[in-house]
């Protein structure tokens, strides 16, 4: 009995994408798997630019591939696992990455892996918060993050960020994204006067969100996270026609007046042609001086709501007033500290990043797209 090239495909099934927390077949990631004469060949995609993940699941392949040949009583003369995108093991981009290229309407953004837009059904629900704690998760896990504040009507995100005392670069006609906590940032709030009111007609929302998401050097991003503004106005619609999107994330308090309202953005999604890929319950509970967790708001009422809509459940985030405070201090970094009396929220955000993560891979994989970026073509000969 020889190993085969399914008996190949079956070994990897259990190799772990360490940061997706799944198998790599399941993922898509195995683009090709072949043996011929005692050499077997393994090319591999995986969303991860960090070397050490990509270094953990080339041997774990090899590993698996090899006692799958003693099993099957082959052998093997040599293994090699290589991968698909030519950033193998590169790290993330610095600011100001690659020169931006023209961009085909309605597609994906050059160098962008994943597109991922934070909405919630109405405003104060702490979406802002989730998006930009979200983009600084992804960014600590190793991954190169953009956030394109994309509230036009009311973008928090220069307070949030700290970004008071920079101002926005332009080369060319090309705006330069802040680069703070990990993590490049553009926001129309850097744009305009911060006293002003921004009261945007359709059209003119529709060219201040095209204008962000176009002239923007992005450079290259495993995510580029939106966050868009309350409810189901203009900008989702002018983001739908713009950005071939991985998915959204909803953000939802655990009240019935939060979720009602969280139901028509997910709706909305779904009518855009947008994946959802979950919910957050945010302001989920409270952790007492005591250590205990207090139920201020009906917690667990977003993970119904989830449940009745058939989407994935992301986690919850509790009220915290550490969180509010990094966040009024514009430093979301400090959300991440390994001080006492942090763990818990610490834990619920790099969570909350985890499951966004693994339903954007599984959400590529649905859509024939794998974390690569390009179409799969599994040619298993
Ligand atoms: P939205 O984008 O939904 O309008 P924001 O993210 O701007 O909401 O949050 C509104 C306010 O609530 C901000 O002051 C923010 O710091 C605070 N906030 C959001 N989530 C939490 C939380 N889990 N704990 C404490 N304060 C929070």
Redesign the pocket.
């Known amino acids: 009995m020889a190993l085969t090239k399914d008996g190949i495909v079956d070994a990897l099934r259990r190799v772990n994408d360490p940061e997706l927390h799944r198998d790599i077949v399941s993922l898509g990631a195995v683009r090709q798997a072949s043996i011929c004469d005692g050499h077997a060949m393994v090319r591999l995609s995986v969303s991860t630019r960090d070397p050490a993940a990509r270094e953990r699941m080339k041997r774990d392949a090899e590993t698996a591939i090899r006692a799958a040949a003693i099993a099957a009583g082959e052998r093997l003369k040599q293994v090699d696992i290589d991968f698909a995108d030519a950033a193998a093991g590169r790290p993330p981009a610095p600011d100001g990455g690659a020169p931006a290229k023209p961009r085909q309407p309605g597609g994906a953004l050059p160098g962008v892996r994943h597109i991922i837009a934070v909405g919630?059904g109405k405003?104060?629900?702490?979406?802002?918060?989730?998006a930009l704690n979200l983009a600084v998760a992804l960014s600590r896990a190793g991954h190169a993050v953009g956030l394109l504040d994309g509230?036009i009507y009311?973008p928090?995100v220069p307070t949030?960020l700290g970004l008071d005392q920079f101002e926005q670069q332009v080369v060319g006609n090309m705006l330069q994204p802040f680069y703070v906590h990990g993590v490049k940032a553009v926001t129309i709030g850097k744009l305009i006067d911060p006293d002003k009111p921004l009261i945007w007609r359709g059209p003119m929302a529709h060219g201040a969100f095209s204008q962000l998401v176009n002239q923007t050097q992005w450079g290259e991003l495993d995510y580029l996270i939106i966050?868009l503004p309350?409810g189901t106005g203009d900008v989702p619609l002018t983001m739908a026609q713009l950005l071939s999107l991985t998915g959204a994330v909803i953000?939802c308090t655990p009240q019935k007046v939060a979720q009602d309202d969280a139901v028509r953005a997910a709706k909305m999604f779904q009518q855009l042609g947008i994946a959802v890929l979950g919910v957050v319950e945010?302001?989920s509970y409270f952790v007492g001086d005591d250590g205990k967790e207090y139920d201020l708001f009906g917690r667990g009422g977003a993970e119904q709501m989830a449940q009745r809509l058939g989407v994935p459940y992301l986690g919850g985030?509790?009220?915290?007033?550490a969180?509010?405070r990094n966040?009024?201090e514009g430093d979301p970094s400090a959300n991440f500290s390994a001080e006492a009396g942090n763990a818990r929220l610490k834990a619920a955000l790099e969570e909350v990043a985890r499951q966004v993560g693994a339903q954007a891979a599984l959400a590529s994989t649905r859509a024939g797209i794998p974390a690569g970026g390009a179409r799969p073509e599994l040619t298993i000969s």
């Open positions: 919630a405003g104060g629900v702490g979406k802002s918060t989730i509230d009311g928090s949030l966050d309350p953000v945010n302001m985030v509790p009220i915290s007033m969180l509010r966040s009024d």
